[in-house]
């Protein structure tokens, strides 16, 4: 038997790959120290025969195969054309490289080979797991179901936490305990989807923010995918996480492959937070590029809610002009600027500039853009196509459909078989055309509908075949355009999940620009994803949305805690609104580093309150939103503590937003403590364990507290 041992500073992990036998994961959790042999682990997983159990111990491998005889969830499900079903795979090959490890598996009986990829990362303790399955056979192979793996967990997790949510309303935790049987999230919509991030968190009862066990897991994958928890008879616990697939999607001709999306996977003994630190490390370290990580996030400004298709050239200069002097940095076309699209009825698809709205095509808009030295960014939804358009007219066998069933009527638009190379190549010549002919550095990439009949013309499912090639087609825009960055956009956070930003630089986390919306939203979706790729902006005084009238300074705070812009109409919104933005716009950017690069706190607060944060790597800084969303229950505010801070250090603590604002009563801790001016030293230690009582403040506002270690202190 032979255990292979994989460390990093915070974690451990134990893979039973023996040749001639299934692997099995071991152990996977906190750092075990080094005395720790592997065969003590190995001992330690002996299996215990119960009432009704089979003589022998049934290995629990990563694919929870059918032909282990498990007779629990599966993980794995082929055969060709009804035969070759029963697949049990057992090891062949194994290669460690340090935090890496590869196993090679096949069943002989059913020619099928499946190897596991291991990487266990130094710099944030992630776990990443990538699996591929082979047809070694002559004949086609039906691959139903394929998990990426099946991981046991500890019992003693029997907590977990999902995302839900709807258009404008992303990101929602949902926190159960766990049962007998399947915990079971399925995604069939074509894009990650907004009532079904692809990721899972599994904890203890008490588990919280910044106490307590916590292992993430999360698909990067853009489609369909399915999430298990099962909870066997037995006591056993498996978290699944795979891509899924419609009825004969996957068809492996002899020595095809299919390669199953990542798994990426975060363990924490300290907390959800702590956690999700983890996860943004990595996105930091691998998702991201260094260009990205390098260049500072501008301010956006994006005209959609402000003209929505209404474009008038002298309009929009004016506007940009407004942003340009409250600080925007790249001002983004959205939708509207191409074709017949002068509504959502129509022009999707022909990506050619709307000679009717821009006569002389956009260089006049672009060069006054840039020269207010501002970068110009541009809207497209290229993997849509109107009927009412003239590509549709010239190919509308272009389309995903099922022959003979009428489309679903869905904003009008149909999507376009982007795996077909014909249909892929006309997009890429469209973009790369106004890219080469225009000064654009920034691409919002639209997605505005399921695929409710992801069918090809040959009758066949496309809908792992589209996400593939959706990230091809990135892939070969971002090669020939390096400097052009790329949203993920699908209306709204439809498509925010970690294996689109390998392929994009940010997201656009929700259609929703109504702030107390964005306070849980931008909070869940900080669970896997950093503050800066989280697409935030300053919307109308009244939310389109929801209706809803927020504060300028609410506003502007909340957009703040993530990649800030703006998309209101500058030309007609309140004189003293925009004096407000243009000090939260430089808030912003004095802060921006910290923001995008620090360590993200979530703090355990009463409901009323989201409170999130980021501490300097080095500790010198920070900077805490507290955002009261509804009243309290009881006359005052709660305290907050802060977390993350150097406990030795005294920080000089300051409200830094709202502006010089007062409490509205006496006697008032803002006074006492000079917040709003010199502010007050105090010691980390002491303000994370003793806290801060909060200032009387009204419901849905947002209160920003600056931390500056004192210089000399401790260094
Ligand atoms: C949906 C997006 O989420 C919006 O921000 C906007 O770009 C519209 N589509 C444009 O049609």
């Given at each position: 038997m032979t255990v292979y041992r994989l460390d990093s500073p915070t974690t451990s992990l134990f893979v039973r790959a023996s040749i001639g036998a299934p692997p099995e994961l071991l152990y996977w959790g906190a750092r075990l120290n080094d005395a720790v042999t592997a065969e003590e682990i190995e001992r330690l997983g002996t299996s215990q025969g119960g009432p009704g159990s089979a003589d022998i111990a049934i290995p629990a491998s990563l694919a929870l195969e059918p032909g282990l005889g498990l007779l629990g969830p599966t993980g794995f499900g082929a055969h060709r054309a009804g035969r070759d079903w029963g697949s049990r795979f057992d090891v062949v090959a194994v290669e460690q490289n340090d935090c890496r490890l590869r196993i090679t598996c096949l069943d002989p009986r059913t020619q099928i080979g499946l190897e596991y990829r291991f990487r266990l990362h130094a710099e944030s303790g992630v776990l990443t797991i990538g699996s591929t399955v082979t047809n070694h056979g002559t004949d086609l192979l039906d691959l139903n179901e394929m998990a990426t793996a099946c991981l046991p967990l500890p019992a003693r997790l029997t907590d977990v936490i999902g995302f839900t949510g709807r258009w404008t309303g992303e990101f929602q935790r949902e926190r159960l305990a766990r049962f007998a049987g399947g915990y079971v999230r399925e995604n069939r919509k074509g894009r990650s989807s907004h009532d079904a991030f692809p990721g899972v968190i599994l904890c203890t009862p008490s588990t919280s923010e910044n106490v307590g066990e916590a292992f993430g897991l999360t698909l990067a994958w853009s489609g369909n995918h399915r999430i298990r928890v099962d909870s066997l008879s037995d006591g056993r616990v498996f978290a699944s996480l795979g891509a899924l697939f419609f009825p004969g999607e996957i068809r492996l001709a002899a020595s095809e492959r299919y390669v199953s999306p990542d798994i990426i996977a975060a363990f924490s003994p300290d907390g959800l937070a702590e956690m999700s630190r983890a996860f943004h490390t990595h996105v930091r370290s691998h998702i991201l590029t260094p260009h990205m990580r390098a260049k500072p996030r501008p301010v956006h400004y994006n005209t959609w809610e402000a003209v929505y298709f209404d474009h008038d050239l002298d309009q929009l200069k004016a506007i940009a002009d407004k942003a340009a002097a409250i600080g925007a940095e790249r001002f983004v076309l959205d939708d509207g600027w191409f074709g017949s699209r002068r509504d959502d009825h129509s022009g999707l698809g022909d990506w050619f500039v709307s000679d009717a709205v821009y006569p002389e095509g956009l260089k006049p808009l672009i060069d006054h853009v840039t020269g207010l030295g501002l970068e110009m960014g541009i809207w497209f939804e290229p993997e849509m196509v109107n009927p009412d358009s003239d590509l549709f007219r010239a190919h509308p066998d272009w389309v995903l459909a099922i022959k003979g069933v009428d489309q679903i009527p869905y904003r009008h638009q149909y999507v376009l078989d982007i795996s077909r190379p014909e249909v892929s190549d006309y997009l890429f010549a469209c973009i790369d055309k106004i890219l080469s002919d225009h000064t654009i550095g920034y691409i919002k990439w639209d997605m505005n509908r399921d695929l409710n009949h992801p069918g090809d013309q040959q009758g066949g499912a496309r809908s792992d075949a589209q996400v593939r090639a959706l990230w091809a087609l990135l892939d070969r825009l971002r090669a020939k355009h390096p400097n052009v960055e790329f949203e993920s956009c699908a209306s709204g956070g439809g498509r925010c999940e970690l294996g689109i930003l390998a392929h994009t630089d940010r997201v656009w986390t929700s259609d929703s620009n109504d702030a107390l919306d964005r306070q849980a939203i931008q909070r869940g979706a900080s669970y896997f994803l950093p503050l800066e790729v989280l697409g935030a902006h300053v919307g109308p005084?009244?939310?389109?949305?929801?209706?809803r009238a927020l504060s300028m300074g609410m506003r502007s705070a909340t957009a703040l805690m993530g990649h800030m812009g703006m998309e209101l109409n500058l030309l007609t919104e309140p004189t003293a609104d925009l004096v407000e933005l243009k000090d939260a716009i430089a808030l912003y950017k004095q802060h921006r580093d910290l923001l995008h690069n620090g360590a993200l706190q979530r703090l355990d607060t009463p409901d009323y309150i989201v409170a999130m944060g980021v501490v300097a790597t080095d500790q010198v800084e920070a900077l805490f939103s507290i955002a009261l969303v509804t009243g309290h229950a009881r006359t005052l505010p709660d305290r907050v503590y802060f977390t993350g801070l150097d406990p030795a250090r005294q920080y000089r603590l300051a409200l830094v937003w709202p502006d010089a604002w007062q409490s509205k009563s006496v006697p008032s801790v803002i006074d006492a403590l000079e917040l709003n001016g010199r502010g007050t030293l105090i010691n980390g230690d002491a303000l994370m364990r003793a806290g801060l009582q909060l200032p009387l403040a009204s419901p849905e506002s947002v209160l920003l507290y600056h931390l500056k270690a004192d210089r000399g202190c401790c260094d």
């Open positions: 005084a009244h939310c389109h949305q929801t209706g």
